[in-house]
């Protein structure tokens, strides 16, 4: 094999590791990150419910469901469920779920921020207090850009911070400086620095693919390195 492919591929696999380094760094460090943290820790399920258990019965809703039914076009699904004390009869249909008033059958009022911060404290696992609570009409990257939902944020070390519905008062979802943390080794680790879910981008094939020309250039080196060892024996 001509030496002149051996000083090329020297130089090729120089100059390739000078630009992989620092990404190539990203996703060892990285991949160590996100290995080392629970996914369950991630999501926050040690630090806030989801949902929580109905405490209510069947004769807690005495509103007539064919009153509630005939105010959504094709229902689907219906869901006896609650909002702090308020029993709630949710009903769903392809397009649309609305909740009514298990004991009016009235349509549910949007709760107050008063309730929102509540309820949000009612989700909460850990010993907290709320420190604020926002209406967002339009959502942080953190909820997926979703409109109008309450923020509440409290005191505890992880910085948790509960998202719900505006609408119905449901915890949408629960973020905590884990998550944050988790989520930047996310965007370097698939190199999508805007919305951190592209994983097919081509920053990121275009360095996978520089790094596997790394590891060729870096095999024929070696094979080069073996060539010389039985020469010299």
């Not at 005939?70 to 909002?83: D, K, L, R, W």
């Not at 988790?182 to 097919?200: C, K, P, S």
Request: aromatic letters at 12%.
């Amino acid at each position: 094999m001509s030496k002149k492919i051996f000083k090329r591929a020297r130089k090729l696999h120089k100059w390739l590791g000078y630009l992989l380094a620092l990404q190539v760094l990203a996703w060892l460090l990285g991949g160590l990150v996100m290995s080392a943290i629970p996914l369950d820790y991630v999501h926050g399920k040690h630090l806030a419910k989801r949902t929580l258990t109905n405490p209510f019965t069947q004769a807690d809703y005495p509103a007539s469901l064919d009153d509630i039914t005939s105010q959504m076009a094709n229902p689907t699904q219906i869901i006896f469920e609650n909002f702090l004390t308020t029993p709630l009869i949710t009903v769903i249909n392809n397009t649309e779920q609305q909740s009514f008033n298990g004991l009016t059958g009235r349509p549910f009022e949007p709760p107050t921020k008063i309730q929102i911060t509540a309820n949000a404290q009612a989700h909460l696992l850990i010993d907290a207090k709320p420190i604020s609570t926002t209406l967002l009409k339009q959502g942080t990257r953190e909820v997926g850009y979703k409109t109008n939902v309450w923020q509440v944020q409290f005191n505890d070390t992880f910085n948790t911070t509960l998202y719900l519905n505006a609408i119905n008062g449901k915890v949408i979802t629960v973020r905590s400086t884990l998550w944050r943390i988790f989520d930047f080794f996310w965007m370097l680790h698939i190199m999508d620095y805007d919305e951190r879910e592209d994983f097919n981008n081509p920053l990121l094939i275009s360095f996978a693919a520089t790094s596997v020309l790394f590891c060729l250039c870096g095999m024929l080196l070696l094979l080069q390195n073996l060539r010389l060892k039985r020469i010299f024996k």
